[in-house]
């Protein structure tokens, strides 16, 4: 028999006691003996629940117990649930978490100490919710050298960006009903402004590149500035307006950015809607991937937890992962990546085509029928250097959106 | 030092070795060692090529050199695929395999041998190319009971009525076109007419339920039927017209089953196009989910044989694979499976509604513009026996085609 300790009855955290429960049998099989909880720690009472016979509220008794092999860490935030999981990881036991905050932060650490203890710090659910992502780059795409990832990674704006785009609601409105349906925080910022997403790519980063990239360094755009009359332009063009949270090999360097962006209805990205994620991956030799599912929700979250409790028990002496070290990656500067630009522009194209293409370069001007108090083009593709130099000159200009 | 050897320097053995000198300072460092091709066994020379100075044409210098711990085969076919991966295993050397009829007819009795000599037979890019789904099923879905895995399993075919559907093109053109451009073989039958994906999907099935799924038991259908008119109501419908390969849990049975079938535009396989392949997978737990990707051509597929040689590689002593049994799984009989049916009738509806709704139920009527000597018609939910019997009383329809 394994006995494991659940950290946190949260949403996550009930999550997986349910889910073990539901699938006993069938984990049981997988893992090879018997799966059994033996803690749920947390500092309030849950009677008439599954955990009601496991809470605890001391760490400790937990940490000294030997018998508990794999720790499951779904609290969220970075303490305590970083001292948990050093101090889960240092006494010998594996650790299986949902927590993007402290893989991004502590993850090369806390990666470290389970590789010199030769157990396991395992992540699957910190990315993309149920959506086996981690361990397809970790143990299936390894003959390719992977060149790009972008991911929508954050199942509420792209629910909000849905609900534009299908219904023609405009920002302030379908951030109530996330809000209502429970997809939003009360707070929306970690959401909206592309910290969650930032977490997430920043640990993507990690992985291919080996290296740690810190998620500070990378420029991070919300969508709060998305409005209908973008989602017009989008529709305009065929195309979408997506949060994207990407990394691409720039010769030696990666480029890392987080940010609203059109995508065209080509790319596979184009026709994730609502709360699903999906992370596309290219390889060197593989060409292009997606994965599809739910980035968040009690269920699959907490299935994708359970998937690496499941590794972790079958894998009781061995360190699995070979992921990032310490050491820093230096990510290419944002004003040298390369991309094309469509921006929004006061005025008409009658008047300011001929001097936007001196500036720029050759442009394809977009309009919106009965919309003639401004326009809109893309540019070729520049860099944000370049860009940033030639809008400065028309203060005109009154939005900018990276297309994909 | 890990050697190895590749059977076969066709496609996908030459694909095997152009990843691996491509990406060999990367591969070497995920392995741990370097990886180095020893052998590659074909019946002819290849000057001038990367293969030139490892060609062997004898498979006894190969199974007897102790110093060759993995076996890759590519050749295709059962025999003599069979015998040298069966030796190969025998003589303790893993093995890696993109051969989706060896797999499906042998995979059971192979994966039984490995199991017992602690060392793996790993078959990723028998199913799906290049897209990683065996290790996400066997490895990171492991908290889930997989209810359902309909996929997109064969790229000619997807090509084909995606060109139907886009260009307006008849099937004769679109099977002469994929044969141009190199993706339908001269005889395309094992394509067009299903073979190809019913061995992916038996062996899926076999993997989800743990059990010897026959290929031969799943009832098979290509899409040779499929004419313009038919996309023309897909069309009128909203809907794609996909070759599905599938396998769903009904009750405590499994029914799986391979036939051309309408997809809606908010099931995630209906934008699936071109070669590309994508798997739609359901958990209990997880609820949906897809892997997409290119589900065949050489540097895919070799990726993904070059996925399961750093994995085998990785782990010399150590079978990794709970799969399936020799024990055969009894699917439900097709007769009883449920599910909707489109149907086209010669006459009109304004004649026939009334004796069709008095046999078939509730049905809803689909009519083509300019079209007024036929009609067509969706069922409810039904069994396929049920829908035959009905059908039985009906000369009138011309065609069926099952909804998703």
Chains 1, 2 share one sequence.
Not at 292 to 319: F, Q
Not at 338 to 343: L, T
């Amino acid at each position: 028999m394994i006995k494991i300790a659940v950290l946190g009855y949260g949403t996550v955290g009930s999550g997986v006691v349910e889910v073990i429960k539901t699938n006993q049998e069938l984990i049981n099989k997988r893992v090879g003996e018997e799966l059994d909880i033996k803690y749920v720690l947390d500092l309030r009472e849950f009677p008439g629940t599954l955990a009601e016979h496991l809470i605890v509220h001391d760490f400790e008794q937990i940490v000294n117990d030997e018998e508990v092999k794999i720790v499951v860490e779904v609290m969220g935030g970075i303490e305590p649930a970083y001292t948990f999981v050093k101090r889960s990881l240092l006494a010998g036991k594996s650790v299986a978490t949902s927590n993007k905050a402290l893989v991004a932060k502590h993850g090369a650490e806390l990666l470290a100490i389970a590789k010199e203890k030769n157990i396991n710090f395992l992540y699957e659910a910190s990315v993309g919710g149920g959506i086996p992502i981690i361990r397809p780059l970790t143990s299936s795409l390894t003959g390719d050298e992977i060149v790009e990832i972008t991911g929508i990674l954050n199942g509420t704006t792209n629910y909000m960006m849905s609900k534009m785009y299908n219904e023609n609601a405009d920002y302030d409105a379908v951030l109530k009903e996330a809000q209502a349906m429970g997809y939003a925080e009360r707070d929306p910022s970690a959401d909206v402004e592309g910290h969650d997403a930032c977490r997430k790519i920043a640990i993507l980063s990690s992985i291919i590149s080996g290296k740690l990239v810190d998620f500070e360094d990378i420029y991070t755009e919300g969508i709060t500035n998305i409005t209908l009359k973008d989602i017009q332009y989008a529709k305009a063009m065929g195309m979408k307006i997506k949060l994207l949270a990407s990394c691409k090999r720039s010769g030696e360097k990666l480029c890392a950015i987080v940010a609203p962006c059109l995508v065209s209805k080509s790319h596979p990205l184009y026709s994730i809607e609502d709360v699903f994620n999906a992370i596309f991956v290219k390889g060197n030799m593989l060409g292009d991937s997606m994965f599809y599912g739910s980035g968040a929700g009690k269920l699959p979250t907490a299935s994708a937890v359970v998937g690496d409790i499941v590794e972790a028990a079958k894998n009781p002496n061995r360190s699995m992962m070979s992921t990032w070290t310490t050491e820093k990656l230096e990510l290419e500067e944002k004003s040298e990546t390369k991309k094309k630009f469509f921006v929004r522009v006061n005025g008409t194209a009658a008047a300011l085509k001929d001097k936007l293409q001196e500036v720029f370069g050759a442009i394809e001007v977009v309009t919106l029928e009965g919309e003639e108090n401004e326009f809109g083009f893309v540019t070729e593709v520049m860099s944000e250097g370049c860009y940033e130099k030639c809008a400065a000159q028309f203060p005109e200009i009154c939005h900018m959106i990276r297309v994909e």
